[in-house]
Structures are given as C-alpha cells and as structure tokens.
C-alpha cells in the first residue's frame, strides 16, 4: 500500500471541502493501491469527518499540542483531535520548525501525545540545500526518541528548497536519503514530501525505500490531486 497525504496547510474553505470530498470519495473507491490521508486546517475536522468517515479515506490534521490540556491558547490537544475523530496528524513539518521555531524534543512530545490518543503522527524531516545526511539523522532520533514508543508512526523526508518551489529532489537523492533514514528508523514508512505532482509522483513512488508521498499544493484540488492519485495507483499497479 502507498500512502498518499494531502497536506493543505492554511487553505480551504466549507464549500472547497464538499467539492473536494464529493470527487475524492468515489474515485479512492477505484483505487486499491493507495491509502489516502486528508489533513486540513482545524477549523474543517468536523466537516472532514462527516465527509470522509466509513469511505475508506483517513482525515486528520496538520499540528498538535504536547501538552493535555489547561490555559494555553490557540493550541489543540490530542485528545480533541481524537475527540473528532482525527486518524493522523502532520508532526514537525519544516514550515512549523521555520515559522514556529519548533524543535527536537517538542517535535517528539507533540508525537507521543497523538500516539497516545490513538493517531498516527506523521513526524518531517528534511535539510536545507548543502546541509548533509547528519542533519537529517539528528532530526530523526530527536523526533522518535530512544524509548521506542513511536514504533509505526510515519516518517517524511522534505528537503525543504523542495517545498512549495517546483523543485524536486532528484531520484538518486530521494533513493539515498530514504534508504539512510530506512535504516536507522527502520520500524517506520518513509513519504516523501517536495513539489510532488501527477507528472513525478510514478516515478518517486517506485523508488526503493520510498513508502509514499506528502503532497502541499496539488492536494488542494481534485483538478491536480485527482491525475496525482490515479499515477500513483498506475505506477505501484505496474512495479
């Protein structure tokens, strides 16, 4: 199974979510090769839930709170996202390590609190362009911790000049880097995540070590996300 997750960072609305559902819906329905994620802004989980909940389509959202519960405003808990029915929840994306300044450790608690409630944290790493592999291996072990308790969260590698650029790393790249953090996150599905679109995601999701994608701007709309998750079921159909 190739997982594809759509990342819509802080777009949307009501009705662009219906329309997006009500193609989404029946079309994953034809496709026995991928296993699709939706994250959306928070306020659109509920309306997440009650479009996709029983078709086979996983919602969930794009950050979460280490912490339970208390007077920290404008933060959401693990357990309100459950309490929603949130299956999985982007954790540590390079857009919240920029803008937020988040790192390792809070990276790692904000994950064992999904965990901990039941969601599938999908934990982000990537380097900047002419940073090397020991970047990525420190994100790694931060992110996961030693004590094992994330085993079975999703990783995802985002070289972050590829993110929202046009950029994508090329397949020699990809290869490597999801091979060195296959190794030593071994337990762990590696997504890429960078400029993916219907034109390159056959040939990332055939590379060795690559489990799936994180898709940013094609995932908004059936018009581009619709091609992307129907080559992405051609390509795996035919590996």
């Known amino acids: 199974m190739t997982w594809i997750i759509a990342n819509w960072k802080m777009q949307g609305?009501?009705?662009a979510l219906r329309a997006?559902?009500?193609g989404l819906v029946p079309l994953v329905s034809t496709l026995s090769r991928v296993q699709v994620v939706v994250c959306v802004p928070f306020p659109y989980l509920?309306?997440?839930r009650d479009m996709f909940q029983g078709t086979g389509v996983?919602?969930?959202a794009q950050d979460v709170s280490p912490l339970s519960n208390g007077p920290h405003t404008g933060d959401v808990s693990a357990a309100m996202l459950q309490d929603v029915g949130a299956t999985h929840v982007i954790v540590g994306h390079s857009e919240r390590r920029r803008d937020h300044g988040e790192r390792g450790a809070w990276v790692h608690d904000?994950?064992?609190a999904a965990k901990a409630h039941g969601i599938v944290p999908i934990l982000c790493v990537g380097e900047a362009e002419g940073q090397t592999q020991r970047v990525i291996t420190r994100q790694v072990h931060e992110a996961l911790g030693e004590d094992g308790a994330l085993a079975g969260s999703l990783m995802a590698y985002e070289p972050l000049w590829a993110i929202g650029t046009g950029k994508t790393a090329d397949g020699a790249?990809?290869?490597t880097m999801h091979r060195h953090i296959a190794h030593i996150a071994p337990h762990h599905p590696v997504l890429y995540g960078g400029s993916v679109t219907a034109d390159n995601v056959g040939t990332i999701v055939n590379?060795?070590?690559v489990s799936g994608v994180l898709v940013g701007g094609a995932s908004v709309r059936m018009e581009t996300f619709a091609p992307l998750l129907l080559a992405a079921h051609k390509a795996r159909e035919s590996a």
Do not use: D, Q, R
Request: aromatic letters at 14%.
């Open 13 to 15: 609305s009501v009705s």
């Open 20 to 22: 997006f559902a009500e």
């Open 46 to 48: 509920l309306l997440a």
């Open 58 to 60: 996983f919602w969930g």
């Open 110 to 112: 904000k994950a064992l």
């Open 173 to 175: 790249t990809i290869a």
């Open 207 to 209: 590379l060795p070590h």
